[in-house]
C-alpha cells in the first residue's frame, strides 16, 4: 500500500510541473517559485491477515464396486521330463549262430575232473546253440591238459593254478618253455587240498619219521603227465628223498588211475598215496572208511618251499574232512582252474563262463568242493592270463572293475 501511494504523489508532481511550463507568460514574468514538495510518510501500514476459515472437507462415499474377477485363463503345463540317470551299460550277450565244438580234458573216470567235466558238457549243451558237440576226453590229467589246450587238441581243460603257472613262467620239470596259448577261463575252481597218507600199519607219523625208519613205503601216485604225479616228485624232493630212495629202501612207487588207487590201498597192495585229495572224495572216503589211514602233516621248511618255489598254496585238511581226520591237520592247496585256448572265439569263451556262472547249483551238485567258486573274487589272480572273452564277461557282469 505503502508503495502505491509514493508512485501516486509522484505522478500528481510531475502533472503540476508540466501544466507550469505549459503556462503562456505575461509581459513581466515574475520568477516562478521554487516549489518544495515534502512527500508526507507513508503510513505504516499493518497488514493483519485474517486467517482462512477453516474448511471442513467431507469425502463423498465412494460407489460400492463390485469387482467379478475375470477367471485366469486354463494354463496347461507340459513338465519337461526328468532326466533319466545313466545306469551302466547292459551286458551285451552274444548270441551264437553255428555249431561249436568244445573238447573238454579231464582225468581216468571216477577222478574228480572227469565228474566235473561231465557235468560241465552237460551245461554246455544247454546254451550252445543245435548241432554243437560236447566231448569229455579223458586223459593223464592236468599237466597233459595244459599241454592239449595250448596245442589246440582241447579247448577248454582242468589244469591248477600252478600248472598253468608254470605254464607261463616255465618250470622244468614239466616246461621247459612257455606255453603262449594258454588262458585262463575259470580261476579258483576249487580250494584243493593236497595231501600224503599212509596206512596206519605203517607206524608212519610224519615224512620225517618215514626217511629216519628208511620205511619201504609201496606208494601210489596219479599217472605222469598229471598235476598229481608232479606234486609227489616236487614234495619229495623238497624232504630231501627222490622215488629212487623209496625203492632202494624196498618200497615201490606207481603211477596209476583213481580207481586203480582206491582198489589198491584198500586190499593191502598199497599203503601210500600222494595225491590231490580235495574234502571227502568218493575214491579216498572210500580208503578211509574201509582200512585206518595217517593223513601225514606237511608244515615247516619243506611246506614253505613248495609255496615259494613251485606256487602253491599254505593251508589245512579240515577237521572231518575224512574218516579219522578228526582235527584239521597242516598241508598244501592248489586251487583248480579251467584253462582254455587262447585261439578259441572271444564270443564262445563269454557263452562258456556265463553257462558255468548261471548254473552254479548244478556245479555244486556235482562235487561240493566247487561250492568254492566264486566268480566275484575268482578271476583277482589266475595262473595263467584270463581269455579275453572271459575277461568281458567278468567286467559286464560287475564282477570286474
Not at 143 to 165: C, H, P, Q, W, Y
Request: hydrophobic fraction near 45%; proline fraction near 11%; charge should be positive.
Amino acid at each position: 500500500m505503502r508503495r502505491l501511494f509514493t508512485v501516486m504523489l509522484m505522478l500528481t508532481l510531475v502533472t503540476v510541473l508540466a501544466l507550469s511550463a505549459c503556462a503562456k507568460p505575461t509581459a513581466t514574468t515574475a520568477p516562478a517559485a521554487t516549489v518544495t514538495v515534502t512527500a508526507a510518510p507513508a503510513p505504516a501500514v499493518t497488514v493483519t491477515p485474517t486467517p482462512a476459515p477453516a474448511v471442513t472437507v467431507t469425502p463423498a462415499p465412494k460407489p460400492a464396486v463390485t469387482v467379478t474377477p475375470t477367471p485366469a485363463p486354463a494354463v496347461t503345463v507340459t513338465a519337461s521330463p526328468s532326466p533319466t540317470p545313466t545306469a551302466a551299460p547292459k551286458p551285451t550277450v552274444p548270441v551264437l549262430t553255428k555249431p561249436v565244438t568244445v573238447r573238454i580234458g579231464t582225468l581216468d573216470p571216477g577222478s574228480s575232473l572227469y565228474v566235473w567235466g561231465a557235468g560241465m558238457a552237460e551245461i554246455f549243451k544247454s546254451v550252445l546253440p543245435a548241432g554243437s558237440t560236447v566231448d569229455v576226453l579223458v586223459t593223464a590229467g592236468g599237466i597233459a591238459n595244459v599241454l592239449m589246450v595250448n596245442d589246440g587238441r582241447a579247448e577248454i581243460s582242468f589244469g591248477t593254478k600252478a600248472i598253468d603257472r608254470w605254464s607261463q613262467i616255465p618250470q622244468d620239470p614239466p616246461f621247459k618253455e612257455k606255453l603262449p596259448k594258454v588262458n585262463s577261463l575259470a580261476p579258483a575252481l576249487t580250494t584243493f587240498p593236497v595231501g600224503f597218507y599212509v596206512a596206519k600199519a605203517t607206524g608212519i607219523t610224519s615224512v620225517p619219521d618215514m626217511i629216519a625208519k628208511r620205511y619201504p613205503l609201496k606208494l601210489l601216485t596219479f599217472p605222469i603227465g598229471s598235476g598229481g604225479e608232479v606234486l609227489a616228485r616236487m614234495l619229495l624232493g623238497e624232504f630231501g628223498i627222490t622215488y629212487d630212495d623209496i625203492k632202494r629202501w624196498g618200497g615201490s612207487v606207481v603211477h596209476t588211475t583213481g580207481g586203480e588207487i582206491g582198489k589198491m590201498m584198500k586190499d593191502g597192495t598199497a599203503n601210500g598215496v600222494i595225491a590231490y585229495l580235495g574234502t571227502r572224495h568218493p575214491i579216498h572216503s572210500d580208503v578211509f572208511a574201509t582200512r585206518e589211514m595217517v593223513l601225514l602233516p606237511i608244515s615247516g621248511i619243506p611246506a614253505d618251499n613248495m609255496v615259494r618255489k613251485y606256487g602253491y598254496g599254505a593251508g589245512v585238511m579240515p577237521g572231518g574232512a575224512y574218516k579219522g581226520v578228526d582235527v584239521e591237520v597242516p598241508t598244501l592247496t592248489d586251487p583248480h582252474e579251467l584253462a582254455i585256448g587262447a585261439d578259441v572265439p572271444a564270443d564262445v569263451a563269454y557263452i562258456l563262463i556265463k553257462a558255468l556262472v548261471d548254473n552254479q547249483n548244478r556245479l555244486v551238485a556235482t562235487d561240493a568242493d566247487l561250492k568254492a567258486f566264486d566268480p566275484k573274487t575268482a578271476w583277482r589272480d589266475p595262473g595263467a592270463p584270463l581269455h579275453p572273452g572271459a575277461a568281458r564277461y567278468y567286467k559286464e557282469a560287475g564282477f570286474m572293475p
